[in-house]
C-alpha cells in the first residue's frame, strides 16, 4: 500500500537502529507497514485502527489468488470512469461486499489515487480524487504474493496500539510510527481514519513506550524532531535522521525534515557516522 507517512525513505537508518535479534515483532501503528515487509520477521503482530486496511490484509493473507484476479479486473478497466464508479460504490452504504471484492477495490483505488492519501471525510466517506499516473501498478502479482506470505505469520488485529502491544514481553520488539506531531500548526495532514492523534495521545504513547522499555522490551519509535516529542522521550535515546517527505500540502514545504528515531529498552548499536553525538544529545 501506499501510505501516508511510509517509511521506504526512512528504512534504512530504522533497520541500522533495530536489535539484531528479539522474540516477537509488534508494529502497531503498521499503515503500510514498510518496516515490517521488509524484515518479515517470523512471529509477529500488527494492528492499525483503520478497519479497511486490517481487512485487506486479511484478505491478501486468506486468498491472495482471489485479490489478484479481481485487480486484474480493475486493470483492464482502469480510467477516470472506473476510478470515480469504484470510489462511488466503495461509499455506497447498500453495498454488500465480499472481503476479496473489498480489498481488491481498496488496493485499487490505494494504487491509482491522488498521492496514495487514504483521506476519509467526517463522516467516514472516501474523498480523493484521481492521481495522474501514467502506468499505475495496480496488480503486482509477485509482490502482493510475497505480502501475502509475510501475512500469513502474522497476527493482525483491528485494535489501538494498547491493546496491540498489551502481551509484548521482555525480549520482544514494538516499533511505533505513529500519526507525527506536527512541525507548524499548519502542517497537520494527519487524518488517516476520522479521528486525528492529538498532543495528548502522544504523551499516552510515550508513557506506554516509557513503561515497555523498563520491563525490557525492545522500543523503537519514529516521529517528527519538535522538542514536544524530544521532551516525552528524555531518558532514551533519540537519533535525528534526516527524510525527504513527499506529502505536504505545500509545494515548498516538501523536501527535508527532520525526525527522530527513539530507541529503548535495549542497547542500541554505536551511533552510525551520519547522526553525530551532539546532535543525538540535545
Ligand atoms: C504514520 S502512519 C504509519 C505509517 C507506516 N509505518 C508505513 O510505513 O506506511 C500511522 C498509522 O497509525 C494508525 N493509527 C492512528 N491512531 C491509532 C491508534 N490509536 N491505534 C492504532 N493505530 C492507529 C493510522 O490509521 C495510520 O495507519
Known amino acids: 500500500m501506499k501510505w501516508v507517512g511510509g517509511k521506504t525513505r526512512l528504512l534504512p537508518e530504522i533497520a541500522a537502529r533495530m536489535p539484531r535479534s528479539y522474540g516477537r515483532y509488534f508494529e502497531p501503528f503498521c499503515g503500510g507497514a514498510a518496516l515490517f515487509f521488509s524484515m518479515a520477521p517470523r512471529t509477529a503482530v500488527i494492528a492499525d485502527r483503520n478497519a479497511d486496511l486490517v481487512a485487506t490484509y486479511r484478505a491478501v493473507a486468506i486468498d491472495v489468488e482471489g485479490v489478484i484476479r479481481r485487480l486484474a479486473i480493475?486493470?483492464?478497466?482502469?480510467?477516470?470512469?472506473?476510478?470515480?464508479?469504484?470510489?462511488?460504490?466503495w461509499n455506497d452504504a447498500h453495498v454488500v461486499w465480499s472481503p476479496l471484492d473489498r480489498a481488491a477495490a481498496f488496493i485499487y483505488l490505494n494504487r491509482t489515487c491522488y498521492n496514495g492519501l487514504w483521506r476519509v471525510n467526517r463522516s467516514g466517506g472516501y474523498n480523493v480524487p484521481m492521481g495522474r499516473y501514467k502506468n499505475p501498478p495496480i496488480?503486482?502479482?509477485?509482490?502482493l504474493r510475497a505480502a501475502s506470505r509475510a501475512l500469513a505469520r502474522a497476527t493482525i488485529l483491528c485494535a489501538d496500539y494498547r491493546a496491540a502491544v498489551a502481551d509484548a514481553r521482555a525480549g520482544d520488539l514494538v516499533y511505533f510510527d505513529p500519526p507525527y506531531d506536527p512541525v507548524t500548526t499548519t502542517s497537520n495532514f494527519v487524518s488517516y481514519t476520522a479521528d486525528a492523534f492529538s498532543r495528548d495521545d502522544q504523551?499516552?504513547?510515550?508513557?506506554?513506550?516509557?513503561?515497555?522499555?523498563?520491563?525490557?522490551?525492545?522500543?523503537?519509535?519514529?516521529n517528527s524532531d519538535t522538542p514536544f516529542i524530544r521532551s516525552l522521550y528524555r531518558g532514551l535515546r533519540i537519533d535525528r535522521v534526516r527524510c525527504a517527505?513527499?506529502?505536504?500540502?505545500?509545494?515548498?514545504?516538501?523536501?527535508?525534515?527532520?525526525?527522530?528515531?527513539?530507541?529503548?529498552?535495549?542497547?542500541?548499536?554505536?551511533?552510525?557516522?551520519?547522526?553525530?553525538r551532539a546532535r543525538t544529545a540535545r
Not at 496488480?139 to 509482490?143: I, K, L, R, S
Request: aromatic fraction near 4%.
Open 203 to 222: 504523551a499516552t504513547l510515550a508513557t506506554t513506550a516509557h513503561e515497555l522499555a523498563d520491563r525490557g522490551v525492545a522500543v523503537v519509535l519514529s
Open 245 to 276: 517527505r513527499a506529502i505536504n500540502s505545500v509545494a515548498e514545504k516538501r523536501g527535508e525534515v527532520d525526525e527522530v528515531i527513539v530507541m529503548g529498552g535495549f542497547t542500541p548499536r554505536a551511533a552510525r557516522r551520519t547522526v553525530s
Open 139 to 143: 496488480c503486482d502479482a509477485e509482490g
Open 74 to 89: 480493475h486493470r483492464e478497466a482502469h480510467g477516470e470512469k472506473h476510478y470515480y464508479a469504484t470510489r462511488a460504490r
